[in-house]
């Protein structure tokens, strides 16, 4: 079954209001083994909405609708949705009986304007609304299955879980598996499995990539074929992957620490925090995590971690060995088995022998330390999160390297 | 004249991925007199990408794409666009040159399938990409622009900014105010200024709330009516505003500090270093800020911050008092100006004593400390942004109490 999302609202389309419906919905859907072919969103126009259904009508099966079934004028999904399918509105007293207890719960009485949600489509089923006045419709004319769901995103999920699904609930079951990877690019790995991609033979495969990492995503009705497919790409990327579950790639490490009974700090010059905030964005940081620095100035750097003045002198901060010091000083501190360092130039000045996006990132462990150099391209912001993620990535390879490192975690 | 923007990848269908480049362009082109009609987001699919362009070419003047432009297979929205034209598509060693380069600074190589980033369409001017590989591209024909940008956010917004803007700015001169506030709620503030709003007369007035925030958004033709309103607002809520321009409170916090040649740092326990990542974000972070400190145990408040033993036995570390010896400890460091001290229950787990949201704030300057206690509401990550927005909010109040701060830097 194939399936598109129409979201109604000029809040939408003038980019008042982020549009979190479709992608909620379309998750949803995915679950089930719907396919979503495409999402609209529409300002509250009554016939743009209504050329929009008569194109959308003939490229899927079922169209889900949010917004545009209050009681205002600028309300009129349900009255659009009915004139493209030739139904009429029909008064409902039962639905009206509910609106004004709806009201009455909350010591108020509805306005004159909501005499219009108790009118419902002819032929359709109401779904009943839990949370607020607007009772959604499910219709289903001409082989296509029309939805109707109020846009506030509670209520909007409230009714599908409850009033939706089980309408539309198919059958088959949809395998799916992501495998996560850094340090390759996409267009190399796409290279690398294009054979895979070619074969295809009922198995779904998108790469994408989201700042410095690429992602394989598999989905198939047959669960053998998928893990023939997976099995494939493991044998060839396996160095590459960082977890095949939805984490992200600080709770992949949060993990792994938590597992090994490891304790991480960093001391960050040009992520400012960034990387001690994205682990503590986590439950249950203190498991892995003590406390942390940042020194953002030369004096910083020496006060706090022992670099030595020459050394900033003879190198400048952004240098190998500034890393390193830093790596040490913070490591010497005592307590933790992983010492993590950020000294980069994040922009927007750089100079010809330091140009911005080189960063050097240290790592010191009992076994030593590693110094990574790094040529990160993109904005200031852009920079810093890929060192984030890159600093994670460290810590990953020098698991793995120990052999304690769990992609399934 | 009337835009519809197009996204296309199936992440976004597949809900993976939350469209926000529809968002952003949507308040871009409001903000250029442009009127956004409808969003689209497609799945990777030629023949519907195809179909949905030419339904849409029959209800705007103007269509920005996002993503399609990379690499792989899976990208092809150049060239749909190109076919649905009748335009060639056109090798450009240039092209190629700089692509080449773009790896060559990272010290790699483009995979063959980046050749494929060096075809352009004939007959457009293409948009040069400081940040990735995907140029974007402008094509005019039959009087319909077309726009391409890459998928990335930051790519997309830098392209839009630099390249876009100057092709499509329209002659109509369009005024507009942004103010933003902190400390009072979405509705009380509509209610304060409901008999504006009423009155109109050629002034579009929008309130909306974002994350503590509420911004109250005027537009108009007429710069008079414009200024007359905006007068109005300020005279009822100046004690609320923080900026009148489009910089976020860290912004105008860090013009302010840079102004009165003051130094911050900060202390952060619950927030983990995300107010001091926060702050360094900015270009210029080092005029205000030196260092600063995470000391997310008990032990590391202790060591780090001269914190008594006894008071976190006897108030525990969630408390106003540890908040205000964090904030001394970390003052009496020496060389700062103002230090700010976070202690808090992030969640997941609260007590009924000290329920999740419960955050103390401290700031302690030569004046004194001052200590605010918070109960946010949210999940651990909301509760972290409020936090770090509170706290420099804090500072504003600090600085407009001494008549130091301006809210038109």
């Not at 072919?37 to 899927?60: G, P, T």
């Not at 009033?163 to 690019?185: F, H, R």
């Not at 994408?208 to 394989?216: I, N």
């Amino acid at each position: 079954m194939l399936a598109a999302i129409i979201n109604v609202g000029t809040e939408l389309t003038s980019g008042d209001t982020l549009n979190i419906n479709s992608q909620t919905l379309s998750r949803r859907l995915f679950d089930l083994g719907i396919e979503v072919k495409f999402h609209i969103s529409v300002e509250d126009n009554k016939d743009l909405l209504k050329e929009l259904i008569e194109d959308s009508k003939k490229k899927v099966d079922i169209i889900i609708f949010t917004g545009g079934l209050g009681p205002t004028d600028d309300d009129f999904t349900k009255e659009i949705v009915a004139e493209v399918n030739h139904k009429d509105l029909i008064y409902d007293q039962k639905i009206m009986d509910s609106i004004e207890r709806f009201f009455a719960n909350r010591g108020t009485k509805p306005s004159p304007n909501n005499k219009k949600q108790a009118y419902i489509i002819e032929d359709s089923i109401v779904l009943k609304n839990d949370l607020g006045t607007a009772p959604g419709y499910f219709l289903e004319n001409d082989g296509i299955k029309y939805i109707l769901l109020p846009g506030p995103p509670g209520e909007m999920l409230n009714l599908f879980k409850k009033e939706v699904v089980p309408l539309i609930d198919s059958e088959e079951k949809i395998y799916k598996k992501m495998i996560k990877t850094i340090g390759i690019g996409e267009s190399l790995l796409e290279e690398g499995i294009k054979d895979l991609i070619r074969e295809e033979n009922g198995v779904y495969i998108a790469t994408y990539s989201k700042l410095g990492e690429v992602r394989v995503k598999l989905i198939s009705k047959e669960e053998d074929k998928l893990n023939n497919i997976y099995e494939k790409i493991y044998q060839r990327y396996s160095e590459y992957i960082y977890t095949l579950s939805y984490d992200n790639i600080e709770e992949s490490i949060y993990k792994n620490l938590k597992q090994n009974k490891m304790k991480i700090a960093f001391c960050e010059s040009c992520t400012g925090g960034l990387i001690a905030s994205t682990l503590v964005a986590l439950e249950g940081a203190s498991e892995v995590f003590d406390r942390s620095i940042v020194t953002y100035s030369n004096r910083a750097k020496v006060e706090e971690l022992n670099v030595s003045e020459d050394s900033l002198k003879k190198y400048g901060a952004v240098s190998e060995e500034v890393a390193r010091e830093m790596a040490e000083g913070l490591y010497n501190r005592g307590s933790i088995d992983i010492a993590i360092s950020v000294t980069g130039i994040a922009g927007p000045d750089g100079t010809e022998e330091k140009p911005v996006g080189l960063v050097y990132i240290g790592l010191k462990t009992k076994d030593g330390v590693i110094i990574k150099k790094n040529n990160f391209v993109g904005r200031r912001k852009t920079i810093q999160e890929r060192t984030a993620k890159e600093a994670f990535n460290m810590v990953r390879k020098y698991l793995s390297e120990k052999n304690i490192y769990s992609i399934e975690l």
